[in-house]
């Protein structure tokens, strides 16, 4: 009938605990590579100069201004997008809703602003941005 709202399907409880399983396993995931992404972001440097090295990049990271201010940025980023991640899947799990999905989101949405302190921080780089100009076509 119009104007009534239809009622959701039931959830099985079977559903309810593998969505509370997927969804704790994900956060603890996220956990973990927040506990560990923290003190690499935090020196941004040393992570550039061993990303060089692998990618046989010459020179080293000398961006350090730039590199400390948007690393740290970088880490609050991580540990805000990941506390605000938390507290949207515990709020739906406990309402009973399907909550498997919000780290992912929360992964991305967060990553996003990450890459982009990142990247500003690398092409501030002169060992970085010499080593581009140097593959591109002549």
């Given at each position: ?81 990941f506390a605000l991640t938390a507290w949207v ?9 399907a909550a498997w999905w919000v780290p992912l989101v929360g992964f991305v949405l967060t990553f ?27």
């Amino acid at each position: 009938a119009p104007g009534v709202a239809a009622e959701p399907p039931k959830r099985t409880a079977g559903a309810i605990l593998a969505d509370r399983i997927v969804t704790v396993a994900f956060l603890a995931y996220g956990l973990v590579s927040v506990l560990t992404g923290i003190p690499q972001y935090l020196d941004l440097a040393g992570i550039a100069n061993q990303s060089f090295a692998a990618a046989g990049i010459p020179g080293e990271f000398s961006n350090f201004a730039q590199g400390n201010t948007l690393g740290a940025l970088a880490a609050f980023i991580l540990a805000a997008g990941f506390a605000l991640t938390a507290w949207v899947a515990v709020r739906k799990l406990r309402r009973g809703r399907a909550a498997w999905w919000v780290p992912l989101v929360g992964f991305v949405l967060t990553f996003i602003p990450i890459a982009i302190c990142l990247a500003v921080a690398l092409m501030g780089d002169p060992a970085f941005i010499d080593y581009v100009a140097s593959q591109s076509p002549q």
